[in-house]
T-cell receptor, first 117, second 113 residues
Framework: EAQVTQNPRYLITVTGKKLTVTCSQNMNHEYMSWYRQDPGLGLRQIYY???????DKGDVPEGYKVSRKEKRNFPLILESPSPNQTSLYFC????????????????FGPGTRLTVL | KNQVEQSPQSLIILEGKNCTLQ??????????LRWYKQDTGRGPVSLTI?????NTKSNGRYTATLDADTKQSSLHITASQLSDSASYIC????????????FGTGTRLQVFP
């Protein structure tokens, strides 16, 4: 089954304790992205990757790191989590970008609910 | 500033009734507009995607319209079912080189029997 998986689905941690949220897709997609979703706000992009070894900042990258060593995996790293990073996180992937008004559907993972105490 | 605004914020309807959700955007340049359905605690799932040259697209009981001149879109749900209870998010892609998406805050729809 074509899907995007995230682990863990739920995580409670304390301020300053490094953590990693994994994201994996089995669709051979080039493009992957991380979003956070907070009440009253639309999804906001944290980081994205156009391909292996290519990553770039989104709208809210502060306090996060990513890596793209393999095409299928795109982990999100919080080196020193703080309470304002408590949120619902989504990973997404798509086949990549095209020109001339075409589009690429993004497939979202099930989400990771993170609480930082 | 690139923005996507949705209305209403929330909506309650009875099973079997129709409803229409609205989306206004100020994103420029414009590449495409998408409607997603998000069940509580789950990831968004795509319903429709439209480019500027498409003014209507259907997916079962869901029909999306797009007016690129007025920068408005709507999502019409016909003969609602209890399973339609979810948040519906309007998303605009403004840059097809980076596939950057700008998300609305969603309309929370509740369908009651």
């Amino acid at each position: 089954e074509a899907q995007v998986t995230q682990n863990p689905r739920y995580l409670i941690t304390v301020t300053g304790k490094k953590l990693t949220v994994t994201c994996s897709q089995n669709m051979n997609h080039e493009y992957m992205s991380w979003y956070r979703q907070d009440p009253g706000l639309g999804l906001r992009q944290i980081y994205y990757s156009m391909n292996v070894e290519v990553t770039d900042k989104g709208d809210v990258p502060e306090g996060y790191k990513v890596s793209r060593k393999e095409k299928r995996n795109f982990p999100l790293i919080l080196e020193s989590p703080s309470p304002n990073q408590t949120s619902l996180y989504f990973c997404a992937s798509s086949t990549g970008t095209e020109t001339s008004g075409k589009y690429n559907e993004q497939f979202f993972g099930p989400g990771t609910r993170l609480t930082v105490l | 500033k690139n923005q996507v605004e949705q209305s209403p914020q929330s909506l309650i309807i009875l099973e079997g009734k129709n409803c229409t959700l609205q989306c206004n955007y100020t994103v420029s340049p414009f590449s495409n507009l998408r409607w997603y359905k998000q069940d509580t605690g789950r990831g968004p799932v795509s319903l429709t995607i439209m480019t500027f040259s498409e003014n209507t697209k259907s997916n079962g009981r869901y029909t999306a319209t797009l007016d690129a001149d007025t920068k408005q879109s709507s999502l019409h749900i016909t003969a609602s079912q209890l399973s339609d209870s979810a948040s519906y998010i309007c998303v605009v892609s403004g840059d097809y080189n980076t596939d950057k998406l700008i998300f609305g805050t969603g309309t929370r729809l509740q369908v009651f029997p």
